[in-house]
């Protein structure tokens, strides 16, 4: 029988709308960090952004490409926070997708990267994707993740989930 690779560590359901949602001690067992967020926001429409170990200085850095309907874009640049979620914005009244695979998030010895697809409120004409690669400029191990709406007057919805996964390796 195949070992599990990915352990579930971490598991928030909104019970109510919040405008960021935190994940703490986390273990430093795991070699790799798998997150995923699912759900929508209250109202209109909003990017998503994440900080790691509550760290606000200029070391997010990312190269992202996109596509909504028959438009590409592309970008890169350097930030105090992350958007995960930057051109494909999450929606009211449509379920959006985000998924981060952060590789060697507990080495103490390396900058962090992380492997991100947004998959924001598909089925509408406003839906779009987007895949990013992200490189977090500190050698400190991931032992929190503060994901938020950037507009918290836009907060997440109740029954948005986020989940946490470790893998050893």
């Known amino acids: 029988m ?32 798998y997150f995923v967020a699912n759900g929508s926001v209250t109202t209109g429409d909003t990017a998503i952004t994440m900080r790691l170990n509550g760290d606000s200085s200029q070391v997010y850095s990312f190269l992202r490409f996109s596509a909504q309907g028959n438009t590409y874009s592309s970008g890169s640049g350097t930030f105090n926070e992350f958007y995960p979620a930057d051109r494909a914005n999450w929606y009211s009244g449509y379920t959006s997708n985000i998924s981060i695979h952060f590789l060697e998030a507990n080495q103490s010895n390396k900058q962090k990267i992380g ?35 950037e507009n918290p007057a836009e907060p997440f919805a109740s029954g948005t989930t986020f989940k946490l996964y470790g893998i050893v390796g």
């Open 115 to 149: 492997l991100v697809r947004n998959i924001s409120a598909p089925g509408s004409t406003t839906g779009a994707t987007e895949a990013m690669v992200l490189r977090y400029g500190s050698t400190t191990r991931i032992y929190q993740i503060d994901i938020s709406t």
């Open 2 to 33: 195949a070992t599990p690779t990915h352990t579930l560590i971490h598991q928030t359901t909104l019970s109510s709308s919040a405008s960021t949602v935190s994940i703490g001690s986390i273990n430093s067992l795991y070699r790799d960090l």
